[in-house]
């Protein structure tokens, strides 16, 4: 439950999320919107009055994480369960056949959160835009990732 003074602050930075969604081209999700706010609220509970950081300042970084982080989740989770018919068809190698097949082994062999991991890295993603992403430490995305280069090996 908010404080009033916490209620004031997250009615004052509402525009915040409007912004977010905005820049980063999200402005139709209702859904995003929302939770984006009920993060507001969680954030208004953290924040620090004593700290040097703006309540604004605090605010906008950490729903801009929110946003992208869920934002990518959602588009990984969305791509994870597309139906084969709606992938695109190409002209692929031998190599990239067998390349497929090994990850999809080993993505069958990794947890939920290694499989995030997996694909961020896949993606391109460095290893500190993972964790900012998930959530979680650089030092719990380099463990992961070692699991993960494991257990492809275990295969060999």
Known sequence: MLSEEQRE???DAMWVVNWVLKEQNLWGNEDLRQDALLYLCRCAERFNNKADTKWTTYAYKNISLYVKRKSILESMKNDMYK???EKPTKVISADYLTTKA???E??????DREKKILVLKLKGYKIREIAEIMGISMPIVKNDLMAIKRKSRKDE
Do not use: R
């Open 106 to 111: 080993v993505y069958s062999k990794c947890s």
């Open 9 to 11: 602050m997250v009615e």
């Open 102 to 104: 090994i990850l999809k």
């Open 83 to 85: 139906p084969e018919e």
